[in-house]
């Protein structure tokens, strides 16, 4: 098992205390567990719940895919070479994004069901950690989940984001309100790939914020 490179975790059977079943220890942590594979360069943890806490630390690892696996408190990523981070799930407090200065791609699934109570500011607070990124992606059903309320102007812009591509399945919302909204908490973008449905639209911004459209059909 030390020299596996690429592991796919999906609907691991987590116990209450945070055991997993191993054949070679059945009473294995599940940090533990996943620290069994020093090598790794691409790990997935898919549809596993009841899970405390999340430490990656493979020295290796260049891809981390998190989907859909309760994660309660935080995740903490200590893989330097980590170039490609995709999440989807609850509101988990991650560390240590910040500081992996070879990541190039990030993908946020947000889904309205699972982000509900304090969303805007931990939303917030991820895009912060992940604007050094060289291409962030954000997916969500509806447009709820991106644009803030007015009540929540007391949240602080996220400054370093220049490149953004955003997806909206289900969207109500204009082009114009979803790209103000996003300008006030993103003061220095500059590119805005914006898909509504089938139709996506490339917003670019000149220094007065200004923004001129181009149509890709």
């Known amino acids: 098992m030390p020299t596996v490179r ?3 975790l999906c609907n691991i059977n987590v116990d209450d205390d945070g055991y ?3 054949r070679d220890n059945e009473d294995t942590p599940w940090i533990s567990f996943v620290d069994k594979f020093p090598l790794l360069e691409k790990l997935v943890i898919d549809s596993c719940g009841k899970l405390q806490n999340l430490h990656v630390s493979q020295q290796n690892l260049v891809s981390l895919v998190l989907k859909d696996s309760l994660v309660a408190d935080e995740v903490k990523i200590d893989s330097p070479k980590l170039k490609s981070l995709e999440y989807k799930g609850v509101l988990t407090d991650f560390y240590g994004i910040e500081a992996l200065q070879e990541l190039e791609f ?3 699934y947000l889904d309205p069901l699972k982000l509900r ?8 607070d991820i895009l912060e950690s992940c604007a050094h990124s060289k291409r962030l992606s954000l997916i969500c059903g509806i447009e709820e989940v991106i ?3 007015v009540e929540m102007d007391d949240v602080l812009p996220v400054n370093g984001i220049k490149n953004l591509g955003l997806e909206i399945i289900n969207c109500h919302a204009t082009t114009e309100e979803i790209s103000d909204d996003l300008i006030w908490l993103l003061p220095d973008l500059k590119t805005l790939s914006l898909t509504l449905g089938s139709i996506t639209e490339v917003i670019e911004s000149d220094h007065h914020k200004e923004m001129d459209e181009s149509i890709i059909d």
Do not use: E, K, M, T
């Open 117 to 124: 109570d304090y969303r805007y500011s931990w939303l917030r």
């Open 6 to 8: 690429n592991l796919i």
């Open 106 to 108: 990030v993908i946020l």
């Open 147 to 149: 644009i803030f309320p």
């Open 20 to 22: 997993v079943n191993d």
